[in-house]
């Protein structure tokens, strides 16, 4: 089974500044997409970024950017020049690429909850 | 387009009583998805459509639970008899079947006292 980790509960950035965080994923499969999702405190949940595996190139959204080490399986999330609009849950996913069966369900990382400081 | 709608936002019941959530996705998408959201177990998947059809209901947590997807248009979720261990807040999310991302609705809040 596919699993996601995100070691870190809660960041702190001061605003302006930047901050990484962390995502870690056990599969087996080669092909599978990785997500960013961002739930402030309205409870929306929000797509930030979005990676398709058998991409090398990092994606880039605006001040978002990922650094994704596929033979590590890690997929972190840069967030440049952070702005208090940026507080928020942070979740990562993972899903496989394949339709069939259960590949279009999304499994999530516990959360990282990040407060952006004045 | 509207996006993901979930009716209601908050509901409060009393344990053993009946509660229905619903949904409609966005107009077009053929997958819809319910999690559930939880401190102890963060975000879990119970069950999931591919073109009104139950796909996976692998995440479905026991026998109280049951959803349906009667159209294109709509779902529910039922929980019958409630339960305060059900209290959590409950997402639908909506994608096209060949499509890569889930748009979320607001949630709604359960609280089961």
């Known amino acids: 089974a596919q699993t996601v980790t995100q070691s870190q509960p809660e960041m702190s950035v001061q605003e302006a500044e930047t901050v990484t965080l962390s995502c870690t994923y056990d599969?087996?499969?080669?092909?599978?997409?990785l997500f960013w999702y961002k739930q402030p405190p309205s409870r929306q949940m929000i797509l930030v970024i979005r990676?398709?595996?058998?991409?090398?190139q990092n994606a880039t959204e605006n001040r978002f950017s990922v650094n994704f080490q596929k033979a590590a399986k890690s997929f972190s999330l840069k967030i440049s020049d952070s702005q208090l609009g940026d507080a928020a849950m942070y979740f990562c996913?993972?899903?496989?690429?394949?339709?069939?069966?259960?590949?279009?369900?999304?499994?999530f990382g516990t959360g990282t909850q990040l407060k952006v400081e004045l | 387009d509207a996006g993901v709608i979930q009716s209601p936002r908050h509901e409060v019941t009393e344990m053993g009583q009946e509660v229905t959530l619903r949904c409609k996705p966005i107009?077009?998408?053929?997958?819809l998805f319910w999690y559930r959201q939880t401190m102890m177990r963060g975000l879990e998947l119970l069950i999931y459509?591919?073109?009104?059809?139950?796909?996976?209901d692998s995440g479905m947590p026991e026998d109280r639970f049951s959803a349906k997807m009667p159209n294109a248009s709509f779902s529910t979720l039922k929980i019958q008899p409630s339960e305060p261990r059900d209290s959590a807040v409950y997402f639908c999310?909506?994608?096209?079947?060949?499509?890569?991302?889930?748009?979320f609705g607001a949630g709604t809040r359960l609280s089961v006292l």
């Open positions: 999310a909506s994608s096209l079947t060949g499509g890569n991302i889930q748009y």
């Open positions: 599969t087996s499969e080669s092909d599978y997409y």
């Open positions: 990676q398709e595996a058998y991409k090398q």
């Open positions: 996913a993972y899903r496989i690429l394949i339709l069939t069966g259960g590949g279009n369900k999304l499994t």
């Open positions: 107009s077009g998408h053929n997958s």
């Open positions: 459509f591919n073109n009104n059809v139950p796909i996976d």
